[in-house]
């Protein structure tokens, strides 16, 4: 089964394409200048034009649905609806910080992907890796610090990963010390095969996502929202 | 054969989407709006209105799909608002419509806002020919142009500050009418006496064709705060009927004036403050007497919806102006700009 991955939370615009356990190919462009909304349709038009392939061909898209850049997570998830309701193909929403795990699931240690949010805030989530990942935190949205709070005590070896831990290294380094390790943020990023791989087993599960209803997995609330909130709350 | 365009509006707070069939006859046309969700906040919330939209998109295309009779694969093109509006609003609608339009491999058409106003007119105004005068006003706009050919625009003047819709809505909130302010201070201002309370008419002797209405809006709160701070009763009628009078005159004497100077017959209203009822009467009235015929859409084509984008569409289908499909939302699209 050929799945198409989507991946637009990051400055990344991010596309993979697979076939049951194989990298059909692969593409990354950075956007930036918050491009997404112009490079993502003729990206994918490319793509599957390189190596023959029409979008009919496909069996189901995978998209990310964040947390991440709320414009970016929008745009993938609906040029992902629009091709979905067009061609009657399931839709497959993933977290995008599962998709960043997902290269070390193998490794038994924690990993804790982080992405960068606003106003010195992060989103992560920890999980175990061995034989496959399983959740021991759930996502947040949060400062360092809580996060950095509930690792330190747990004596492991965890793998950061990530564009939200380009600030915080030296933070991490003190509080965790020897026990944390460190992967390049930007090599790590562009996950969209590793999206384009939990669709295809989320699909296999019979679990697709309905078209109408999958929203963004934000993790935060809009700011009028967070202010209204605080003044009738 | 006949052309079917399905037309995507998510600009602002209305996700809609319409088919319509040669430009003219509207098939199906679904509007899902956001008024109550905003409300609370007194207004739009751009993040708000971005993830509601995100919500609708879908179930408001397969509603008009559905109610069309009509199957995805009967469409000709597929066109959608990229500007002027709320980016990430904008985004939505066109990142939907890009994806759709590629994968049923029919052509994209990026529609201007403001032209797809004016275009709600040719839906049910067979007679329409340029070149005519044409104030596009709403809750966003207040603008006057004049259209020499269809996809030639010129900008005679628009709003310094506030768009007209914009201050119907301030001054109905001042006075704790609700949102939005249009239809509620028509109904209010017709019990009240239009020539009680003497406002300001903004520029309306200006030479220029553009409006400002900041200045009427400070005035009308003044005048309310004033009665407050002495306890006295407020004659809330007669303040509308004496604001919305202003508005009129104003709204009324630009365009008439833009008519003469650039001597045609036609003048044409557009967008939701162009469904006000006096509006309509008083620039007949004055139209009348000089020999200009004056149109407007009916009531639910004067508010945002799609089935004026699908009409702007079939029109650049028909002369093979597709867009590109790396076309980006544009916020502040200006009407003159050509489209791509
Ligand atoms: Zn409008």
């Known amino acids: 089964m050929k799945i198409l991955g989507i991946d637009t939370s990051t400055k990344f615009c991010n596309l993979g394409l697979i076939e049951d356990e194989d990298i059909l190919i692969e593409c990354t462009i950075n956007g930036l200048k918050k491009k997404h909304s112009s490079i993502l349709v003729p990206a994918i038009k490319n793509l599957l034009k390189t190596i023959d392939l029409k979008i009919e061909e496909i069996n189901g898209i995978a998209v990310s649905i964040g947390p991440g850049s709320f414009t970016g997570?929008?745009?993938?998830?609906?040029v992902a609806k629009g091709l979905c309701y067009a061609r009657s193909l399931p839709l497959l929403g993933i977290p995008t910080l599962d998709a960043m795990a997902f290269p070390f699931k193998e490794i038994p240690y924690l990993i804790c992907p982080v992405l960068e949010s606003k106003k010195d805030e992060i989103y992560d989530v920890v999980f175990r890796g061995g034989v496959s990942l399983h959740k021991v935190m759930d996502y947040k949205c949060e400062d360092i610090q809580s996060l950095l709070f509930r690792l330190s005590p747990l004596k492991e070896k965890i793998i950061f990963s990530g564009d939200g831990i380009k600030k915080y290294r030296d933070i991490i380094k003190e509080k965790i010390g020897k026990d944390a390790l460190f992967i390049d943020s930007q090599l790590n990023l562009p996950v969209a095969t590793s999206i384009a791989f939990l669709g295809l087993n989320k699909l296999k599960k019979g679990e697709e996502d309905n078209i109408s209803t999958l929203s963004p997995f934000y993790l935060r609330k809009s700011e009028a929202e967070i202010i209204w909130e605080k003044k009738y709350k | 054969m006949s052309d079917l365009i399905l037309g995507i509006e998510t600009s602002c707070d209305e996700t809609a989407a319409a088919i319509v069939e040669d430009g003219k006859k509207i098939i199906s046309n679904v509007v899902a709006s956001q008024i109550s969700i905003h409300q609370k906040y007194g207004g739009v919330v751009p993040e708000i209105a971005s993830r509601k939209h995100m919500e609708y998109i879908i179930p408001v295309i397969d509603k008009a799909l559905d109610e069309s009779g009509k199957k995805i694969t009967d469409l000709s093109a597929i066109a959608v608002t990229y500007g002027p509006g709320l980016i990430g609003s904008l985004l939505v609608g066109l990142s939907v419509a890009k994806a759709m339009a590629y994968a049923q491999n029919i052509p994209?058409?990026?529609?201007?806002?403001?032209?797809?106003?004016?275009y709600a007119n040719l839906l049910e105004h067979n007679e329409i020919k340029p070149p005519?005068?044409?104030?596009?006003v709403?809750?966003?706009?207040?603008?006057?142009?004049?259209?020499?050919?269809?996809?030639?625009y010129k900008l005679l003047g628009q709003t310094k500050d506030d768009a007209a819709g914009e201050v119907f809505d301030k001054i109905a909130?001042?006075?704790d009418l609700g949102y939005p302010g249009g239809p509620i201070t028509e109904k209010l201002a017709k019990e009240g006496e239009p020539s009680s309370i003497k406002f300001p008419r903004p520029l309306l002797n200006d030479k220029s064709y553009d409006f400002s209405f900041s200045g009427l809006k400070t005035a009308v709160i003044y005048y309310i705060k004033e009665l407050?701070?002495?306890?006295?009763?407020?004659?809330?009628?007669?303040?509308?009927?004496?604001f919305q009078q202003a508005v009129i005159d104003v709204l009324v004497g630009k365009t008439i004036k833009a008519a003469l100077k650039f001597k045609t017959k036609q003048i044409i209203l557009a967008g939701g403050v162009a469904a006000n009822s006096l509006l309509r009467k008083e620039i007949k009235k004055k139209a009348n007497l000089l020999n200009i015929k004056v149109f407007y859409p009916s009531i639910f084509l004067c508010t945002d919806n799609a089935a004026m984008i699908a009409s702007a569409g079939y029109y650049k289908f028909k002369e093979n102006k597709k867009s590109s499909?790396?076309?980006?939302?544009?916020?502040?699209?200006p009407l003159e700009r050509k489209n791509q």
């Open chain 2, 132 to 136: 005519f005068v044409c104030l596009i």
């Open chain 2, 108 to 118: 994209f058409i990026g529609i201007n806002h403001l032209e797809a106003h004016i």
């Open chain 2, 325 to 333: 499909l790396n076309l980006d939302a544009v916020s502040r699209l």
């Open chain 2, 173 to 175: 909130k001042v006075l």
């Open chain 2, 138 to 152: 709403s809750g966003g706009h207040t603008s006057l142009v004049y259209i020499r050919h269809f996809g030639e």
């Open chain 1, 73 to 78: 997570l929008r745009i993938g998830l609906c």
């Open chain 2, 228 to 242: 407050k701070k002495e306890n006295k009763n407020i004659p809330v009628s007669d303040i509308l009927a004496s």
